[in-house]
């Protein structure tokens, strides 16, 4: 049986009853059918078809009233509602228009080529958000506001100089707050068990007082090639990616939070981020490689020290899913035609070469980074900060202003949703990473 989307009446109440009165059907039909794995060619077909005729729907809905659902789920924007909050908060108030709790715990525990993607309605209703301007805008203000779970833990930080938090380690050394990225196993690479302490050590170190400038580091790992080194970052954990262990929602949490606040530091509730924001000037060591999401995190660092054999690298293409804001970034520091040698075709860029010296300011012997980090903190801090703050939201105004930041990810969020659950990721991973013999 089909079922054709109700036309958009541009009535707020009256779209919405047949919205959720469309999509009722559909789940009930998706319901019907085995689980994915287990479908034959007419049901895989049915499947997709029922998807992709509730996908439609949905986007055709929002483009109408992403700004009402919006308001109704934020009381008219004087609520600050996270991401994640936000899309659990409108599969309560909207049933179908995003997963809900237990159709997402259906999806949890299987691999992510067995998976519907049902979290790319998530990716639909966040691209239209983040696309309608004043409820976009509010959400990446929201995004920027120091985590709840980040203020609970900002005394004792303070009071004992050093913190812990799965996948990250925060200690006060001089002036710096050096923030170290710690996934030895995984060669310090991104995933679900990292990302929440990865962003509250990022506050913690922007809202430290005794501090006056931070400090970005890879951990020493365990993993045998590289074991007793210190590597920067190997990226998103692409073995848990190919386990269906990360979440749509992991990039848009990652990018509207923890990067998007390297760059613009902290949002303050009553004022635009534009306006007014808690900022620190931010030094990266670069030591082995910075691949995937850890080079795209060099491209809103304000100092970059690389050793002279690291390298960088956005293998994106090769995974099959887009390299978070770099598409957006990437082409400021070595030009649009490298930048697309480097997102397209997977171009190494050496951090001692021309292109690598655009984005690394200090290159140095490896043995000589423990020193070489002593002394920019020393040079930063030496004269005062008191300016800092303020030179880099003067340079974000022409380079990259919140709005044109807001547009890009109303985009990334539809097309990383797709990408996520596309066929050719698995496939890719399967190609260049021998996924499938991997355990995590």
Known sequence: MQYHAPAGTA???????????HLARLDEQLAKLPSKQKRGPAEAQAATRLLDEGRTARAEFLRLHARAVYDSLTANRTKFVRVDELCAAAA?????LVPGEAALARDSNVAQGDKDGLEVDQGIFLGQVLAEPVAGMHLCHAMLLPRKDSLDHLKEFERKGEIEFPGARLSREGKAAVLTMRNPKYLNAEDEGTMAGMEIATDLALLDPATEVC????DVVTHTKHAGKRIFGAGINLTHLYQGKIRFLWYMIRDLGMVNKF???LAKPEVS????????????????????GHCQILLTMDQVIAAKEAYMTLPARKEGIIPGAANLRLPRHVGPRVARQAILAERRIDCASPEGRLICDHVVAPDAMDFEVSRLVKHITGSGVVSAAGNRRALRISEEPLDSFRRYMAVYAREQAHCHFSPALISNLELHWNAANRKG
């Open 11 to 21: 009535d707020f109440a009256t779209d919405k009853a047949a919205l959720l009165a």
């Open 215 to 218: 400090v970005l580091r890879g």
């Open 92 to 96: 309560q108030a909207y049933p179908g």
């Open 273 to 292: 981020p534009e306006e007014d924001s808690i900022e620190k000037l931010w030094v990266a060591a670069v030591e082995g490689f910075a691949i995937g």
């Open 263 to 265: 760059y613009r530091g």
